[in-house]
């Protein structure tokens, strides 16, 4: 089975919702977001197997945040890898002691919980879920707290270290550290939690801590011409134009599902 993206050198490799990337760059290989032990080990299978690497050929490993499913399964890659991982900028204030802002557990979840029901459910993926969302990453730390030493952060426009053509873009809002990963020529956007998707619809997260800098980060990115989009949460998709029937953050979502129901209900829209 194919986890190729699209036909573009990307592939993914996921369990439930949390979603981890892998583009090859013609011989160099970067992971983007390794989640969970669980995604990182489907994804170095993906590499040795499918794609006919090895873990040598890994050259980078990214975060587009430091929640926990974005940076828990990082060690099982660099462990076997002979590269390290990078991080947005801002994590190295987290590490020299800046608390990192977060959003109200019950309330966001109300309204994140449709993307639940978009993805095959994992047992597993929920409970290395639930074990480290307590002790890695920051959200359930107060702190932001890694089982491994970053090699280096990536700050707004920084190319990506292993991978040509690709470029940060800073992407506040649902974190004050969010990232993107953009490729102008083939129009594609890694988009970490900075938009998610549902029904087949990208969704400006409405996770965040900052209204107003997920306005800016909303505004920002619709201004980018992108035909194929591949977020953190929910499945890839693409189209001329997949802005057209994006979903602003502070748009509750559709449909006549039990999960969009309890959304629109409960949730504070």
């Not at 953190?232 to 001329?240: A, I, L, N, S």
Request: aromatic share 8%.
């Amino acid at each position: 089975m194919s986890h190729t993206v699209f036909g573009l050198p990307i592939s993914m490799a996921s369990a439930w919702i949390f979603n981890c990337y892998v583009i090859d760059a013609g011989g160099d290989v970067t992971v983007v977001d390794p989640g969970l032990p669980i995604v990182a080990g489907r994804a170095l299978e993906m590499i040795t197997g499918e794609l006919g690497y090895s873990a040598a050929d890994i050259a980078s490993v990214l975060c587009t945040h430091a929640h926990p499913d974005h940076v828990a399964g990082v060690s099982t890659v660099t462990e076997q890898a002979s590269c390290g991982a990078h991080l947005p900028a801002r994590c190295r204030a987290y590490l020299e002691g800046e608390e990192p802002r977060t959003f109200p557990l019950v309330g966001s979840l109300l309204k994140f919980m449709p993307v639940w029901g978009g993805q095959s459910f994992s047992a597993r993926a929920l409970t290395e879920f639930a074990r480290y969302g307590k002790t890695v990453g920051f959200g359930g730390p107060s702190t932001l707290t890694l089982d491994f030493d970053p090699a280096g952060y990536l700050d707004d426009a920084d190319p990506l270290p292993a991978a040509a053509g690709w470029q940060t873009i800073h992407a506040p809002g649902h974190t004050d550290d969010s990232t993107c990963f953009y490729h102008a020529d083939s129009e594609t956007l890694i988009s970490g939690d900075a938009v998610v998707t549902l029904d087949g619809r990208p969704w400006f997260n409405p996770e965040h801590v900052d209204a107003g800098l997920a306005t800016e980060t909303e505004e920002r990115l619709r201004s980018l011409k992108v035909r194929h989009l591949l977020p953190g949460h929910g499945t890839p998709v693409q189209g001329t134009d997949v802005w057209r029937h994006a979903r602003s953050f502070s748009t509750p979502p559709e449909g006549s599902g039990i999960l969009a129901r309890c959304s629109r209900r409960f949730a504070k829209w």
